[in-house]
């Protein structure tokens, strides 16, 4: 079990690594320049040259920081973004339990703490107020996602991924549940801290947000644990609205283009006003996905009569 841990997060790794190139190359094209395009064929080993350069450097240390929770929250970080796929549900011996969507809002409630902690235990009044930017978005937009999730499970009938794979066999749920599609993204969005909801590191009013004082392999871990969250939402995405076989190839092109949704929207759009991102969260989104849920209970209640 241990090895096909090992084997997952490895290969979750090597994804991020390739997930930033794509990312510079994107951005590149869409500025209308190349991009990483020296190293190695089309700049195809940039991403490995760029963890040695940073994991290479000197690590410094705020004087005025407390030095463990500042020291131990990006390794935290990281390790819940990868944990959380341990839930990807495989046919072929690894991890899969019954109660994966439950562990994920659990894992992605805990993570908030990790940012929390890193702009805290900074000591800079940047990453202080990035840090407590981050937990209020994070916990405005949580609501949205739990009520976007309990809507499918109702739907459903499991905490199971594999439940999606089968349900959708013949029509994807995109197709009934499409206002749900655009909730959950933009909430994916706001949940993985990037453009136009990147208030947490707002670089424009906060230097760098939470991770203003971290260098080298500090902020490696960080900038991996973020592209981890995005490509583990852009798969819950594909799974809860694109269906399809989970071992195929097309699954994985389908993960591919979701990334590059969360990349295009970075390259097109502004950062929110702050007040805007909250009013988004609690006076559209949340009656939205309310709406649904109603919805969905009602029709689940009035099958089981009928059944009955």
Do not use: H
Not at 25 to 34: E, P
Not at 146 to 173: C, D, H, K, R, T
Not at 232 to 239: D, E, G, N, Q
Not at 260 to 286: N, Q
Request: with cysteine; glycine share 8%; net charge neutral.
């Amino acid at each position: 079990m241990m090895l096909e841990g090992l084997i997952l997060f490895i290969c979750v790794l090597v994804g991020v690594a390739f997930l930033t190139l794509l990312e510079r190359k994107v951005l590149g094209y869409i500025q209308i320049r190349k991009g990483p395009n020296k190293v190695g064929y089309c700049g195809i080993v940039q991403p490995f040259s760029d963890a040695i350069k940073l994991f290479s450097k000197e690590q410094t240390f705020p004087m005025m920081s407390n030095y463990m929770p500042y020291y131990f929250s990006p390794v935290f970080s990281l390790f819940i973004s990868l944990l959380i796929w341990s839930i990807m549900p495989f046919y072929f011996g690894l991890f899969s339990f019954g109660l994966g969507l439950l562990f994920f809002l659990c894992c992605t409630s805990v993570g908030v703490y990790t940012v929390m902690i890193a702009g805290w235990s900074s000591n800079s009044i940047y990453s202080l107020l990035g840090g407590l930017r981050a937990v209020a978005q994070t916990i405005s937009y949580e609501v949205s996602l739990a009520l976007i999730l309990i809507s499918f499970i109702i739907l459903s009938g499991g905490y199971s991924l594999f439940n999606f794979g089968m349900y959708q066999e013949l029509i994807w749920f995109l197709f009934i549940t499409f206002p749900l599609m655009i909730v959950w993204f933009a909430s994916s969005l706001a949940e993985t801290n990037r453009t136009p909801f990147d208030f947490a590191e707002g670089e424009s009013e906060l230097v760098s947000g939470f991770n203003t004082e971290y260098s080298s392999g500090g902020f490696a871990l960080i900038f991996m644990a973020e592209y981890a969250s995005i490509l583990f939402m852009s798969m819950l995405f594909v799974v809860l609205f694109l269906g399809g076989d989970f071992n195929s190839l097309l699954f994985i092109l389908k993960l591919v283009m979701v990334s590059f949704l969360f990349i295009w929207v970075r390259g097109t759009l502004p950062r929110y006003r702050y007040d805007k991102l909250m009013y988004l969260a609690w006076k559209s989104f949340l009656p939205v996905s309310l709406n649904y849920l109603i919805f969905f209970s009602g029709m689940k209640i009035m099958m089981i009569s009928l059944y009955i």
